[in-house]
T-cell receptor, first 113, second 111 residues
Framework: GENVEQHPSTLSVQEGDSAVIKCTYS??????FPWYKQELGKGPQLIID?????GEKKDQRIAVTLNKTAKHFSLHITETQPEDSAVYFC????????????FGTGTRLQVTL | NAGVTQTPKFRVLKTGQSMTLLCAQD?????MYWYRQDPGMGLRLIHY???????AKGEVPDGYNVSRLKKQNFLLGLESAAPSQTSVYFC??????????FGPGTRLLVL
């Protein structure tokens, strides 16, 4: 089955700096790659996603890049703010399999003042 | 629109007891999922359903059963709880474009 690895497990940045979280996947058939943000005591919430026919996607301060050849994708957060502090999860899904997501192990991002 | 709701929010069980976790969604989604979240392990799929009356096993199905008698509800059952089932359980439903919407979670402690 699919295996998703995520790094780093913790990340501390100063407010205003950029943060980058990286994930690799194992199954070349994966074609959907969402990123979720989980705040303390809450369920994960989708923040951005990308499909295998696209190399990069941006939404305001958040961007995701995908390298299909290397089988890795990354989340970039620019101009970080304290409210960005949370746990971030990457995931991968193979099309046609009931959209089953395989998640990475998460990155705890702390934005310090 | 309440989205995805889960009951209960928190429960303590003794080893061997049984319980049912309820997930409800009001978005008319076909696909629903149950995950467990453990420290350092991300979210792992327990069971899922692609429509009313259907269920399928995920990555870690042992010790759990599910039922989808109504489209809006997805139940997760533990017949004989074990300490290894101490976890936070999340339900999700899938909307357009494969986006999964998660509930707030149920925290379960098995003593």
């Amino acid at each position: 089955g699919e295996n998703v690895e995520q790094h780093p497990s913790t990340l501390s940045v100063q407010e205003g700096d950029s943060a980058v979280i990286k994930c690799t996947y194992s199954d070349s058939a994966s074609n959907y790659f969402p990123w979720y943000k989980q705040e303390l005591g809450k369920g994960p919430q989708l923040i951005i996603d990308i499909r295998s026919n696209v190399g990069e996607k941006k939404d305001q301060r958040i961007a995701v890049t995908l390298n299909k050849t290397a089988k890795h994708f990354s989340l970039h957060i620019t101009e970080t703010q304290p409210e960005d502090s949370a746990v971030y999860f990457c995931a991968a899904s193979i099309g046609g399999t009931a959209s089953k997501l395989t998640f990475g192990t998460g990155t705890r991002l702390q934005v310090t003042l | 629109n309440a989205g995805v709701t889960q009951t209960p929010k928190f429960r303590v069980l003794k080893t061997g007891q049984s319980m049912t976790l309820l997930c409800a969604q009001d978005m008319n989604h076909e696909y629903m999922y149950w995950y467990r979240q453990d420290p350092g392990m991300g979210l792992r799929l327990i069971h899922y359903s692609v429509g009313e009356g259907t269920t399928a096993k995920g990555e870690v199905p042992d010790g759990y059963n599910v039922s989808r008698l109504k489209k809006q509800n997805f139940l997760l059952g533990l017949e004989s709880a074990a300490p290894s089932q101490t976890s936070v359980y999340f339900c999700a439903s899938r909307g357009p474009r494969e986006t999964q919407y998660f509930g707030p979670g149920t925290r379960l402690l098995v003593l």
